[in-house]
């Protein structure tokens, strides 16, 4: 079988992730190709120290250069958002192909260097948003495929998270903008939320934003305070057209959801039929159906109904670290040419697509009006 050598740069929470989907590579079902990780490069000596525990892995080291001068096929990159152009473009330049953590840029201009060196080089380039991945979702796919849910009325895809109610909790990268961008948590969590609707064709027209910015300031983790100027939620209502329709389509980004754990949601509804899923209810898809009296159906799902078939029992439940891998196994058969019809990885169009959308939502709310995309 062929294998695949994967170097990742960047070994914080989700550089591990990759690991450990790629370590149980065995549950996959007839995959027709391996990956194995061979190449870890991190600035932090105890963090490269834990993948040490791979046996596959051979080269450790704290310059990225080295990493590429090496053997490896393919490099995913998990690093803060104003290293992403640079670390991808010397990725993109070393001749390999690169799986690209969002936001994909920490700005628009910088997405788009980032899909143009691409192009030129004709590298494979996917970025990652899993949730798609989840068995619930992919029902929600085929559904949404095989029936018709008559006019259209509306559609929202949100991203959620809670911790950051609790004001003690302390600055990170991820809340300054010179680290996370300008687009705060529309850069954090928004790719999780347009996937789904872009692969739909769902693509915003036009957007009214509204933005908040609650904590100004977070413990710095020294005894002091440390600016905290990222966004903490914002919601885009927008328009998209379906049908020669104008539907709205409201996309969520929050983290400050009173109760939300990690909490990921599509909702479409139409007059005839609608469908839903969040991972609140993570095996759980709810069908809508006008009947002569209006029905909302419940659907268990399983492994069953992943995008490639695992050892997994088909009724046994799916979670973050499957969809993960699954969104692994989708960008390995698509760079193969043997993803077929399935769902696949966001694009860097798609990527590109999301940072327009978010940099007029930047404007809209900053002039308080409604932009067209
Ligand atoms: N797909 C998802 O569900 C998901 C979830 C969380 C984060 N992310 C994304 O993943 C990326 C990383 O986030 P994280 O949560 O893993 O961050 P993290 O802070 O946990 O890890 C980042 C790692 O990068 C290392 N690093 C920084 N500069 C480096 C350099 N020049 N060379 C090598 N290593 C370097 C740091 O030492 C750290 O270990 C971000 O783009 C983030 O948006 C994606």
């Known amino acids: 079988m062929k294998t695949l050598k994967v170097g990742v740069i960047g070994g914080g929470l989700m550089g591990r992730e990759v690991a450990s989907a790629i370590g149980r590579w065995c549950a996959l079902v007839d995959f027709p190709v391996k990956l194995e990780l061979t190449a870890v490069c991190d600035l932090v000596e105890k963090t490269r120290e834990w993948f040490r525990q791979i046996p596959t892995v051979k080269l450790l080291t704290a310059d990225h250069k080295e990493l590429l001068a090496s053997d490896v096929d393919i490099v995913y990159v998990a690093v803060p958002h104003h290293l992403h152009e640079a670390l991808y ?3 993109l330049r070393a001749g390999k192909d690169l799986f690209a953590e969002k936001p994909f840029g920490i700005d628009l201009s910088a997405a788009r260097r980032i899909r143009e060196a691409a192009d030129e ?4 380039v996917r970025c990652s948003s899993e949730f798609p991945f989840l ?12 029936n018709s849910l008559g006019p259209v009325l509306e559609i929202r895809s949100g991203f959620w998270h809670a911790s950051d109610l609790d004001p003690t909790k302390a600055i990170n990268w991820k809340r300054q903008n010179k680290f996370c961008g300008e687009i705060g948590v529309m850069g954090d969590l928004g790719m999780h939320t347009c996937h789904f609707p872009f692969r739909m064709g769902w693509n915003p027209t036009r957007v009214y934003a509204q933005l908040s910015k609650v904590y100004t300031e977070r413990p710095d983790g020294k005894g002091g305070m440390a600016p905290c100027d990222t966004w903490d939620n914002a919601v885009l209502h927008c328009s998209t057209e379906i049908g020669g ?31 839903r ?59 193969e040419g043997l993803l077929a019809d399935r769902f696949g990885c966001v694009t860097p169009d798609e990527a590109v697509r999301s940072h327009h959308l978010f940099e007029a939502a930047l404007r809209s709310h900053a002039e308080q ?3 067209s995309l």
């Open 89 to 91: 473009l010397d990725v």
């Open 121 to 124: 080089m004709g590298r494979f």
């Open 135 to 146: 068995p619930g979702v992919q029902k929600v796919w085929r559904f949404l495929r095989d």
């Open 245 to 275: 329709r104008e539907v709205p389509l409201e996309i969520s980004t929050k983290r400050l959801a009173p109760g939300e754990m990690n909490t990921w949601f599509i909702e479409v509804l139409g007059a005839d039929r609608g469908i």
């Open 277 to 335: 899923y969040s991972t609140k209810e993570p095996k759980t898809v709810w069908v809508f159906e006008r009947r002569k009296e209006q029905v909302w159906e419940r659907y268990d799902v399983g492994h069953s109904y992943n995008t490639f078939p695992v050892i997994t029992g088909g009724i046994f439940e799916a979670g973050f670290s499957d969809c993960f891998q699954q969104m692994w196994a989708a960008f390995a058969a698509e760079r």
């Open 369 to 371: 009006r409604a932009i």
